[in-house]
């Protein structure tokens, strides 16, 4: 759906993306992160054709970046989705609607469940000049799937919007994925991302310095075990599961394992050794860990 | 050219909303209103008059009439650079313009959609002023259109290029350095036309020179001083009596004109086209 070979983009002196170099497959929902200026909506602005890259190659939905018969598969919303204030929401459907060559009969039905869909029927008939801030992203999102796309590009779609709005759009990007629709999703909030991503990728400074697939099982598990009586034998026994093996209290025994697939294994072998297992606790590295560790410390807020 | 339309349509929508489709329409009926009370008061007062002769009479009319047409086309060029000239600089600053740009249409449709859509209004307004200068000067003094034919477009013209200008600055400036760029575009065409009148008026051919070659680097104002020339009477025409036509210039001028435009739209295209959004 997405590929891409050393895409630089230079703004006078600033270098805004250094080398994004990345592949996105079909129906993935594809997660963007990165602290603010580290070059992800310029990235999504090249591959949109918005900006034209200074060095690199790329392909999107099969055809060069840019080809327009490929752009009518795509969908975008933008930051902070902004557009004439004096058309309601049901021209500005139409109007884009029609830049996609729809017309008639098959545009206004899809207006129509569009506009249902985000929630705002209601509200059609009123200039967007009198709407907040998340009925403007609503809209947006509407438009950005008007041509039935088979690629989404989602640049903070949440941004603006209440917790009802960002289960709506989180329902809609599980729809997509229903549907098979590639999702490429920019956002901030990484619970968020963590909800609803098969893969991110995460981006510092203009260069992708992380990946991450969400999907998968964790690579790497934290346990925390309330055991009965435990020997020293049992800590060195249980040291071919795992790593980091403590005892902080009598009855805890905390290790690290590579794969949440040990776990019952590690309980299997406690119980055959004779040791009451009374709970399992897996503690999964979050999103929010694992970014800022690829982050680092040197990583200051944007 | 289907999307060129819907761009464009979105222009005037966008135009009779914003309220400017209005004021456009109740400030040139209000310079009609002032233009018809003077014509009617000046008539009047010349018909009761047994010392102003027919002829006195006509070329008094004659001269109001170009001046209604000097402040018409004044109004019609500023008119032509204020109503387009945040349309590119404005979308681009908003982020307006980027739900636009990734739709799958080139970026030349819609510079050429916005262009055409103010060009619409833009010559609308030209032409109500025109009209009703026309209407009231037949019906208050009876005085037959000279030279409309010729004179209209090439107002049209003028109007066109400065607008094209406003266009092509906005796919490059930013909103208030596009406007002080156009309007300072067109004075720069009225001072030079005014020294190539007083040039042409006194004989200073350095004077005359130096505005004709204003009037390569920016041609507007020439074409008013072309449609003005066509509009004098054969008379005024021939004698200079009404001084616009002391300096006239040449018919090329349209040509280089309607070539000026061209290149200005394809400048404003090429530099979208390059544009980062």
Not at chain 1, 128 to 156: C, I, T, W
């Amino acid at each position: 759906m997405i590929e891409t070979h050393g895409l630089h983009k230079r703004f006078g002196s600033t270098v805004a993306v250094e080398d994004l170099s990345l592949q996105v497959g079909e129906g993935e929902i594809f997660g963007f992160l990165g602290p603010n200026g580290a070059g992800k909506t310029t990235s999504i602005k090249m591959l949109l054709a918005l900006v034209a890259p200074s060095s690199g190659t790329g392909r999107v939905l099969g055809a060069p970046i840019g080809n327009r018969a490929a752009r009518a598969r795509v969908g975008f919303l933008p930051e902070h989705f902004r557009f004439h204030e004096s058309l309601t929401a049901i021209e500005l459907l139409r109007f884009h609607g029609r830049l996609y060559g729809l017309r008639g009969a098959p545009l206004e039905g899809r207006i129509d469940r569009l506009l249902s869909r985000v929630d705002l029927v209601d509200a059609a008939d009123r200039p967007l000049r009198g709407y907040s801030k998340g009925m403007l992203q609503r809209v947006g999102l509407a438009q950005s799937l008007l041509n039935d796309p088979r690629l989404v590009f989602l640049d903070e779609p949440t941004s603006g919007l209440d917790p009802l709005g960002r289960l709506l759009v989180r329902s809609i990007i599980e729809e997509l994925r229903a549907d098979g629709v590639t999702v490429f999703l920019n956002s901030h909030l990484l619970g968020e991302v963590e909800a609803t991503c098969d893969r991110v990728v995460f981006v510092k400074r203009g260069r992708i310095v992380g990946e991450r697939r969400l999907s998968a099982p964790a690579e790497i598990v934290e346990l925390e075990l309330r055991v009965g009586a435990a020997g020293p034998a049992i800590l060195e026994g249980l040291s071919r599961f795992g790593t980091n093996i403590t005892r902080p209290q009598p009855d805890v025994i905390e290790l690290r394992t590579g794969t949440e697939a040990a776990v019952p294994m590690i309980v299997s072998w406690l119980v055959q050794q004779g040791v009451p297992v009374h709970a399992v606790q897996p503690r999964r590295k979050s999103l929010e860990d694992v970014f800022l560790d690829v982050m680092g410390e040197d990583e200051r807020p944007g | 050219m289907r999307d060129v339309i819907t761009v464009a349509h979105l222009t005037l929508v966008e135009a009779r909303r914003r309220r400017i489709v209005l004021a456009g329409a109740v400030c040139a009926l209000a310079f009609l209103l002032v233009f018809s009370i003077a014509v009617t008061f000046a008539y009047r007062e010349m018909s009761g008059d047994k010392s102003v002769s027919f002829v006195e009479r006509q070329g008094t009319l004659t001269a109001i009439k170009l001046v209604g047409f000097l402040a018409a086309n004044f109004l019609s060029v500023i008119f032509a650079i204020l109503l387009p000239v945040d349309t590119l600089s404005g979308e681009i600053d908003s982020g307006v313009i980027q739900t636009l740009a990734s739709k799958p249409i080139d970026r030349a449709q819609i510079v050429l959609g916005k262009w055409a859509g103010h060009l619409l209004l833009a010559l609308a307004y030209l032409l109500m002023l025109s009209t009703g200068i026309l209407v009231v000067i037949r019906v208050v003094g009876g005085l037959p259109p000279t030279g409309v034919t010729q004179a209209l477009p090439l107002l049209m013209l003028e109007v066109t290029l400065s607008l094209t200008i406003a266009v092509a600055g906005g796919a490059r400036f930013s909103t208030v350095t596009n406007a002080i760029m156009a309007v300072g575009f067109y004075g720069v065409a009225f001072i030079g036309g005014f020294i190539e009148q007083i040039g042409g008026f006194t004989g200073i051919t350095s004077m005359r020179t130096i505005g004709i070659l204003v009037s390569l680097v920016s041609p507007a104002d020439s074409m008013w001083r072309l449609a003005a020339h066509h509009m004098e009477p054969e008379i005024a025409r021939s004698t200079g009596m009404l001084a616009l036509g002391a300096s006239v210039p040449s018919p090329l001028m349209v040509w280089w004109a309607a070539g000026f435009t061209v290149a200005a739209l394809m400048y404003a295209i090429r530099t979208f086209r390059r544009r980062a959004l």
